[in-house]
C-alpha cells in the first residue's frame, strides 16, 4: 500500500510538470492569437477611417464639380442672351394695337412672327389670343436678311393663296389656343378668312385643294416610281 502510494505520487512529481508546460503553450498560442486579431482590428479601422476620408474627399468634389458646372451653365446662358442683343421673341410680351380695337380681330402676326394684340382685351381674352398668335410667330421666319425675306414673303403668298394652308394654319392656332378641336374647326370657317383677293375659305374648298394636293402628290410619286422601275 505505501508502495502504490509512493509510486502515484512519483508518477504525479513527473507529470506536473508536463501539464504546466501544455497550459503554458496554450497560454502562449492564445495570446498569439489575441494579438494577430488586434492587429486585423487595428488595420480594419485604419482602412475604415482611409475609405471615410476618401468617401469626404470625393463628395466635396463631386459639390465643387457642380457648382463650376451651374456657375459655367449662368454664364453660358447670359452670353446667349447677350449676343441675341434682345429678349427672344417666345419670352416678350407682345405689342398692341390700337386700331384693333372694335375691329372684331384681336391680334395679327406680321411676316416676321412680331405680334400684335388689341389693347382692349381682358386677361382671359389676351392669354387666348396669345396662345392662337404664337403659333402663327412660330411658323413666320424670323430675321431681316436676304433668305428670311424670300421665306417670310413666300409664306405669306401660300397663307393668302391656298385655301388649304390658311385653313390648316388658323385650325391649329385655334387649337392650341382653346384646346378643342370643335372650336378650331369653326373658327378656321368662320367666314371671316379669304384668299386670292375675296374667295371666302369654305371647308369644302379647303377638302378641294387637299384631294388636289393629294392627286398631286400621288401622281408624281407614280411617275418616279414608273421611272425607277423601267431603269
Given at each position: 500500500m505505501a508502495s502504490e502510494m509512493v509510486l502515484g505520487v512519483f508518477c504525479l512529481a513527473a507529470t506536473a510538470p508536463l501539464e504546466g508546460l501544455g497550459y503554458a503553450d496554450d497560454l502562449v498560442r492564445g495570446l498569439s492569437w489575441l494579438g494577430r486579431t488586434t492587429d486585423a482590428a487595428r488595420q480594419g479601422i485604419g482602412l475604415a477611417k482611409r475609405a471615410c476620408e476618401l468617401g469626404k474627399q470625393i463628395g466635396k468634389r463631386s459639390v465643387k464639380a457642380l457648382r463650376v458646372a451651374a456657375k459655367r451653365g449662368v454664364r453660358a446662358a447670359k452670353r446667349a442672351l447677350k449676343s441675341v442683343g434682345d429678349t427672344p421673341r417666345a419670352m416678350r410680351l407682345p405689342a398692341t394695337d390700337g386700331r384693333l380695337t372694335g375691329s372684331g380681330t384681336s391680334g395679327y402676326t406680321t411676316p416676321d412672327g412680331r405680334v400684335f394684340l388689341?389693347?382692349?382685351?381682358?386677361?382671359?381674352?389676351?392669354?387666348?389670343?396669345?396662345?392662337?398668335?404664337?403659333?402663327?410667330?412660330?411658323?413666320?421666319?424670323?430675321?431681316?436678311?436676304?433668305?428670311?425675306?424670300?421665306?417670310?414673303?413666300?409664306?405669306?403668298?401660300?397663307?393668302?393663296?391656298?385655301?388649304?394652308?390658311?385653313?390648316?394654319?388658323?385650325?391649329?392656332?385655334?387649337?392650341?389656343?382653346?384646346?378643342?378641336?370643335?372650336?378650331?374647326?369653326?373658327?378656321?370657317?368662320?367666314?371671316?378668312?379669304?384668299?386670292?383677293?375675296?374667295?371666302?375659305?369654305?371647308?369644302?374648298?379647303?377638302?378641294?385643294?387637299?384631294?388636289?394636293?393629294?392627286?398631286?402628290?400621288?401622281?408624281?410619286?407614280?411617275?418616279?416610281?414608273?421611272?425607277?422601275?423601267r431603269e
Open positions: 388689341d389693347p382692349a382685351l381682358n386677361g382671359a381674352q389676351r392669354v387666348e389670343t396669345m396662345r392662337h398668335e404664337s403659333v402663327h410667330a412660330f411658323l413666320s421666319p424670323q430675321g431681316d436678311d436676304a433668305l428670311a425675306t424670300v421665306r417670310q414673303n413666300a409664306g405669306q403668298w401660300g397663307y393668302e393663296s391656298s385655301a388649304f394652308l390658311n385653313a390648316t394654319e388658323e385650325m391649329a392656332a385655334q387649337w392650341y389656343a382653346s384646346g378643342s378641336l370643335r372650336n378650331a374647326w369653326s373658327h378656321a370657317f368662320n367666314g371671316a378668312y379669304t384668299v386670292r383677293g375675296g374667295t371666302v375659305v369654305t371647308p369644302s374648298l379647303w377638302a378641294a385643294e387637299f384631294a388636289a394636293g393629294a392627286s398631286v402628290v400621288g401622281g408624281l410619286g407614280y411617275v418616279f416610281y414608273q421611272l425607277g422601275v
